[in-house]
Every structure is written in C-alpha cells, then in structure tokens.
C-alpha cells in the first residue's frame, strides 16, 4: 500500500511551512506530497496568513525535493483555461524532472469563486467543462512532435497548438480522477483518468464507487486493472492514547468522531483501519495531515504504522 501525505493549505499555511511537511513526507519515505487546490477557507476561518496558488508551490517544492511525487487533490477545472493548466502542469513536471500528477475536478466551492471573481455555472455546466478539459489536457499531452491540437467544444476551443511545452513524463503526467458521484463521475474515470479516489468515505462506500468505476470501464472496453483505485482520510495518530488525544485537540477534532469516520488511534489501530480500505479495493492512502507543524506526527506513521502494512 501506498502512504501519501495530503494538505489543505488554504485552512492557514505558508509556503515555507508545507516546503517543510514535503521535505519531512521525503524523508520518511512516504510516495508523495499532495495539496489541495483551493483559495478560501472553509467555514468562515481567517486562513491565515492566506491563500497560496497548488501549482506556484508545488514548483517551488520541486525545485527544493528530489524523489517524492508531487500534486494536487484536486485543482478545480474552473479555476484555469485548460492550455494554461497544461502549460503549467508540464512545466512543474520538467522542474521536478518528471514527479508530478495532476487530479482534476469538476470544482464544488461557491463561496471561494465568488471571492475571486470566477464563474460558478451549475453543476452540469461544471462536468461539461471537466470533461472538455480532460479531453484537452489529454490531447495536448499526446501531441507528436512537430504536429498541431485542434479542439472544439462547447466550452473550449483549441486551434493549431503546438502542446508545448512537453511533461517531462511519457506519454503524460498521471491523472487522477475523484469524487462521489454514481453516473458521470466513474465515466470520466474509466475515459480519462490513471487513477480514481475516493474523498473521506468510510471502506464500503469506497468499495462501492470503486465498483462503478470498474463497470464503467468495463461498458468501454478498458481494463478496469488500469485505473488505481485510492482513498483520502484524515488521519491522527498517537505512540499513545495520551498523545492521540492531545493531537486530536490539536487539530480541533472529537477523538471518537475521527476514529468512526477518518482514520485515527495508536499505530497498531490506524493500521487496521488503513486495512479496511485496503480491502475496499484502495491500493493508496491520502492521509489528511491537519497541524503542518506537527512533523512528528508524519514520522511516526512512517515508522510504526507504515511497516505494519508491508
């Protein structure tokens, strides 16, 4: 099973402070750093000291990290033309020589859009435009060298791209594909995506999604092997029940509310709760780390629950 390390920076980080939690995620052996893609803090907090752009940052992390992948869950199709997405996914890709994955979503914070101008069509409208951009950004990528992108959709039009610059990945970055949704969602997946997550859902709703992602692979002749299956939990973890205790107060969290629906408790139980996704069909782990101060708390994981694992 694969552990990687997942942050919501826009609850209150800087940048020198998640460059730290992927330096610490690096050398704790976890397989990859992954932020979310967001402007606005949830729930009417401050944020403070403010919003950092997931694709600025994460170049900046490349730049200062050497093995672990990088990327984000998930950049919301709304926020960025999809050729300039493609422009600066690529570009992240080339500065951390080929480490990078792209999730992709259809974007669900009205709030957040509204406080930096951007258009929040209805939700239909916003899987449109998913979907276009998936077919974009998936052409572009594939573009032989030398040839030119057309594309025209009813939300984007692309003529006579050149696709540069090229992912240093071949023949792309990874996409990944997530979400709760029954119908459209795992039709996305099965088309598009290298990997489907599933976001903070307890193991027999993510077997489920799983299995819709499977059939819709299945109905277009995709082996449904091909797409990764992963899931995203909260996670808080203790040598002990004292220090679990305290790391859930920490992050203002029920201790009992984080064991029943994120993944929480000493080493020998986080395991065998990471187990349960295990056998959902997860073959990785988002673990949600909520105090970016607390790198410990990373290196404890790594150390007593991950060999647990195998």
Do not use: K
């Not at 057309?150 to 939300?155: D, K, L, M, P, Q």
């Amino acid at each position: 099973m694969r552990l990687r390390i997942m942050i919501e920076p826009q609850m209150g980080a800087s940048y020198d402070q998640q460059l730290r939690v992927a330096q610490r995620a690096e050398a704790d052996g976890y397989d990859a750093f992954f932020r979310s893609d967001h402007f606005l803090a949830f729930g009417g907090a401050e944020g403070l000291p403010g919003p950092t752009d997931a694709w600025i940052t994460l170049a900046g992390i490349a730049r200062e990290t050497s093995r672990i992948r990088l990327g984000t869950l998930l950049t919301s199709a709304t926020f960025r033309a999809p050729g300039v997405l493609a422009v600066s996914v690529a570009q992240v890709d080339e500065m951390s020589a080929g480490r990078v994955e792209l999730g992709l979503g259809a974007g669900w914070f009205e709030e957040e859009h509204q406080s930096l101008g951007i258009d929040f069509p209805p939700l239909a409208v916003r899987f449109d435009r998913l979907e276009e951009q998936l077919e974009l950004l998936s052409g572009l990528w594939a573009l032989p060298p030398g040839e030119r992108y057309s594309f025209a959709g009813a939300h984007y039009v692309v003529e006579g791209s050149p696709g540069l610059p090229r992912p240093r990945q071949s023949p792309r970055p990874p996409i990944i594909v997530g979400g709760m949704g029954p119908r459209r969602t795992p039709g996305l997946a099965a088309r598009f995506a290298d990997e489907f997550n599933t976001p903070f859902l307890q193991p027999d709703d993510a077997r489920a999604a799983y299995g819709r992602v499977d059939a819709a692979c299945e109905a277009i002749g995709r082996d449904p092997a091909s797409v990764r299956h992963s899931a995203a939990v909260t996670v808080c973890c203790g040598a002990d029940e004292a220090e679990l205790a305290r790391r859930a107060g920490r992050i203002g969290q029920e201790l009992e509310h984080l064991r029943r629906f994120g993944a929480a408790g000493i080493p020998v139980e986080l395991a065998e709760r990471l187990e349960q996704y295990r056998s959902a069909g997860a073959e990785t782990i988002y673990l949600q780390v909520l105090d970016l101060d607390d790198l410990d708390h990373l290196s404890l994981i790594a150390a007593e629950v991950a060999p647990l694992l195998g």
